[in-house]
């Protein structure tokens, strides 16, 4: 585990998913015929990533006020899409967040052009999987995990978009440059160099916040 992640890796997961909308024509179950067919199953996928697509939504600046409209958009392409998808016989988990960040990135990136841009800094209204007290925490641990979360969201909105990208997926999400590479349509020599360049920038970035506050204290 890398030092970001100890620092910042921690989820608290929600007592439960978000409740996806079905309005009979976007959405919608599949019928008897078609779930004879060798697909995987929507329910399954949807339980298995939707805690990840909410973490990458988050992370990579989506604002509070889009956040759901962004989510339910991801899992209505995910639904039009998921008979045509393969799982492998290895590494399925990782297979399935490759595949759905795909989805997730040309969602987001549409979203951006048509409805918002991304915001700077984490603010204190944005719900993140981070956020999320637990009902035995105490308000030290509760202030202490707020507080990294807020300072991660800062950090991050210093990368453009695609380190950010890449910073997520493998310095908090724990996938393989190689995966990574996957997701975003890059080749591994590009990925590498590129991760590094976004945990160089980022590091820097910590290490100003750090002196920041120090200086604050004195």
Not at 130 to 159: F, G, K, M
Request: net charge neutral; hydrophobic share 40%.
């Amino acid at each position: 585990m890398s030092c970001v992640q100890k620092l910042f890796g921690h989820v608290m997961a929600p007592a439960g998913p978000p409740t996806l909308v079905e309005d009979g024509t976007s959405y919608r179950r599949p019928s008897a015929s078609e779930a004879a067919l060798p697909t995987v199953s929507f329910d399954e996928f949807y339980r298995k990533t939707w805690r990840f697509v909410l973490r990458c939504l988050g992370r990579l600046g989506v604002p509070p006020s889009a956040l759901d409209d962004v989510f339910q958009e991801v899992f209505l392409v995910v639904h039009r899409r998921l008979p045509d998808y393969q799982p492998p016989l290895e590494n399925e988990e990782q297979a399935e967040r490759v595949w759905v960040f795909q989805i997730l990135r040309f969602v987001l990136r549409s979203h951006r052009r048509q409805h918002f841009r991304k915001e700077a800094v984490f603010r204190s209204d944005s719900t993140d999987l981070e956020s999320v007290a637990a009902a035995t925490d105490t308000p030290h641990v509760i202030a202490e995990r707020s507080e990294r979360v807020r300072l991660l969201y800062e950090l991050l909105a210093t990368l453009d978009d695609g380190k950010r990208e890449l910073f997520v997926l493998v310095e908090l999400e724990g996938l393989s440059v190689r995966d990574a590479a996957s997701a975003l349509g890059l080749n591994e020599r590009t990925a590498y160099s590129r991760h590094n360049a976004a945990r160089a920038e980022f590091n820097k970035a910590f290490e100003r916040s750090r002196v920041r506050d120090e200086w604050r204290l004195k």
